[in-house]
């Protein structure tokens, strides 16, 4: 991760350990503390854990006491026009600061308008104007949390006319700027990839590795859009597929072992669904330990 040179320039938390972890769900909360499964750590949504008490806090608190956590935020609208909502902001530091997470990740993306927040997390132009207002939102949230986040690639649908800088480049920079860190989304990669036809593997080659502290591993849907092109829709409801995990495979040579998630929040499964591909993503960490010691 580059080190800070502006106003954001805070304590990094410890380091969160190189294996593979899961998105921790309500239906698992029971088969976690009673087994005790040999999981790396588990991810939570900041915004479910923003209430002051209640069951998810008293599961998430037996939890925690046994693993290393990550909290990822979906609600700041971190890409917004408008000034970030102080309100939210404060509820996310709250969850942070109860929790103490070795990793807190957003998204690149904006859900908010004028006051009005949107179910989805929607794309920003690649502007200079966008990366100095997404530079500000970002100092803003490490200032008030007292720690660097990770930004996460997002997964998109269109492009906008107006884009003066490659996504990778806009990463790049914003990291530099605020001394941030990246999450790397794998399966949105492919996704956009597929969604605009350009070639994930040059992206990877493009993407400013230094700066990832996490990798995300999802499914996604594939379908037609109305002119008979390829669409891929960034589901969170099915296994990982291979051609996410060869491109995960080239992430790791490029990043050594690096904390990886598998993302799963629709249809969700029974536990050792889950876990086996935690395991798959285990094994791909083992397989580059093993090479980094020949």
């Given at each position: 991760?580059?080190?800070?040179?502006?106003?954001?320039?805070?304590?990094?938390?410890?380091?969160?350990?190189?294996?593979?972890?899961?998105?921790?769900?309500?239906?698992?909360?029971?088969?976690?503390?009673?087994?005790?499964?040999?999981?790396?750590?588990?991810?939570?949504?900041?915004?479910?854990?923003?209430?002051?008490?209640?069951?998810?806090?008293?599961?998430?608190?037996?939890?925690?006491?046994?693993?290393?956590?990550?909290?990822?935020?979906?609600?700041?609208?971190?890409?917004?026009?408008?000034?970030?909502?102080?309100?939210?902001?404060?509820?996310?530091?709250?969850?942070?600061?109860?929790?103490?997470?070795?990793?807190?990740?957003?998204?690149?993306?904006?859900?908010?308008?004028?006051g009005r927040y949107l179910n989805d997390l929607l794309p920003v132009?690649?502007?200079?104007?966008?990366?100095?207002?997404?530079?500000?939102?970002?100092?803003?949230?490490?200032?008030?949390?007292?720690?660097?986040?990770?930004?996460?690639?997002?997964?998109?649908?269109?492009?906008?006319?107006?884009?003066?800088?490659?996504?990778?480049?806009?990463?790049?920079?914003?990291?530099?700027?605020?001394?941030?860190?990246?999450?790397?989304?794998?399966?949105?990669?492919?996704?956009?990839?597929?969604?605009?036809?350009?070639?994930?593997?040059?992206?990877?080659?493009?993407?400013?590795?230094?700066?990832?502290?996490?990798?995300?591993?999802?499914?996604?849907?594939?379908?037609?859009?109305?002119?008979?092109?390829?669409?891929?829709?960034?589901?969170?409801?099915?296994?990982?597929?291979?051609?996410?995990?060869?491109?995960?495979?080239?992430?790791?040579?490029?990043?050594?072992?690096?904390?990886?998630?598998?993302?799963?929040?629709?249809?969700?499964?029974?536990?050792?669904?889950?876990?086996?591909?935690?395991?798959?993503?285990?094994?791909?960490?083992?397989?580059?330990?093993?090479?980094?010691?020949?």
């Amino acid at each position: 991760m580059h080190a800070a040179t502006g106003p954001s320039a805070v304590m990094p938390p410890p380091p969160m350990p190189a294996r593979a972890g899961v998105g921790l769900k309500a239906a698992h909360y029971a088969t976690v503390l009673k087994e005790r499964p040999d999981i790396g750590f588990f991810e939570v949504h900041a915004e479910n854990y923003m209430g002051a008490g209640g069951p998810p806090h008293a599961w998430l608190s037996a939890i925690r006491a046994h693993y290393p956590l990550s909290v990822h935020g979906v609600g700041l609208s971190i890409g917004s026009e408008g000034p970030l909502d102080e309100a939210h902001l404060a509820r996310l530091a709250r969850v942070v600061a109860r929790y103490e997470p070795e990793l807190v990740s957003e998204h690149l993306a904006w859900s908010s308008h004028g006051g009005r927040y949107l179910n989805d997390l929607l794309p920003v132009p690649y502007t200079r104007a966008t990366l100095a207002r997404v530079a500000t939102h970002v100092d803003q949230v490490q200032e008030q949390l007292g720690r660097p986040i990770l930004i996460e690639n997002p997964s998109t649908y269109v492009r906008f006319d107006d884009d003066e800088i490659p996504e990778t480049a806009f990463l790049t920079e914003l990291a530099r700027r605020t001394g941030c860190g990246l999450l790397l989304d794998v399966n949105n990669v492919l996704v956009s990839a597929t969604n605009h036809d350009f070639d994930p593997w040059e992206y990877l080659a493009r993407f400013p590795m230094a700066a990832v502290g996490e990798i995300h591993l999802a499914g996604h849907a594939l379908d037609h859009d109305d002119h008979g092109a390829p669409l891929a829709i960034d589901t969170h409801d099915r296994p990982v597929p291979e051609a996410v995990w060869a491109l995960y495979r080239y992430a790791l040579s490029r990043l050594g072992p690096t904390p990886t998630l598998v993302e799963w929040d629709g249809d969700i499964p029974a536990w050792p669904v889950l876990a086996e591909q935690a395991r798959h993503a285990e094994a791909a960490l083992g397989a580059h330990r093993a090479e980094a010691r020949a």
